[in-house]
């Protein structure tokens, strides 16, 4: 019983390091490593593991079942030796994966170009990141500003009290008033963009915030595709 246990522990440790080393994208930390490092110490415990279980099926008397043992660990090693090898695609293909499954994940095909898919209200809802804080837009070619809700402007750092709404701006509910910004950052996958002018809209006037033409005028180009935004990220 023991041992079985410790298999399924060994292979959820295993599955959950693969899962990570897929879906996070070639950049950032996991438990403080590098995804690198944290690549190393998975296929690390995998090893030793290998090791120790065939040494404790002999030293318990169980001889005749090490090689079976050996076997087994050998083919977990080497899967995931060999997942570890293949992580950019598999990457890759998990970022598709879960750019179908979640609308407005931005899925990065290569460094200039990224895909969102349509979410079910028929619109595109693109997640972005504003100065490194995580904001839902929706995406409005019509729109000639990227405008920001005032809880969003909060989020990215931004305080809407100490600004002045002296700007005019029609909305579907009518004429009102905006307060005009700079953002930092704008990132949409792997395209950023920086030192971004915006709007916060004023208390109210604004559900949702606005990818709007001062962050995609900036793009080499952009089309919609069937249910894909393809954004094309200018050169560099």
């Not at 809802?125 to 904001?135: C, R, S």
């Not at 990227?146 to 009518?174: K, S």
Request: proline share 3%; charged share 15%.
């Amino acid at each position: 019983m023991r041992g079985d246990r410790f298999l399924w522990l060994l292979l959820g440790f295993i599955g959950v390091g693969l899962a990570i080393l897929v879906i996070f994208h070639g950049e950032g930390e996991v438990f403080g490593l590098s995804l690198d490092q944290f690549g190393h110490m998975v296929v690390s415990v995998a090893l030793i593991s290998v090791i120790g279980a065939t040494a404790w099926r002999m030293f318990a008397g169980k001889a005749g079942d090490m090689a079976k043992a050996f076997a087994f660990w050998a083919v977990i090693a080497a899967v995931l030796a060999v997942a570890y090898t293949y992580r950019a695609p598999l990457q890759e293909v998990g970022q598709r994966v879960l750019g179908e499954m979640v609308p407005g994940m931005a899925v990065s095909v290569d460094a200039r170009t990224v895909e969102i898919t349509r979410s079910g209200s028929g619109s595109f809802a693109v997640n972005a990141l504003v100065n490194g804080a995580p904001i839902t837009f929706m995406l409005d070619t019509g729109a000639s500003v990227v405008v920001l809700t005032q809880d969003d402007a909060r989020a990215a750092g931004i305080a809407p009290d100490g600004l002045r709404y002296d700007v005019p701006v029609d909305t579907a509910n009518g004429r009102t008033r905006a307060a005009s910004v700079t953002l930092r950052t704008v990132a949409v996958g792997s395209i950023s963009e920086t030192n971004v002018r915006a709007l916060v809209s004023a208390p109210g006037a604004l559900r949702t915030s606005l990818l709007g033409m001062t962050f995609l005028s900036r793009l080499a180009g952009f089309q919609i595709d069937g249910d894909k935004l393809i954004l094309r990220g200018p050169a560099r």
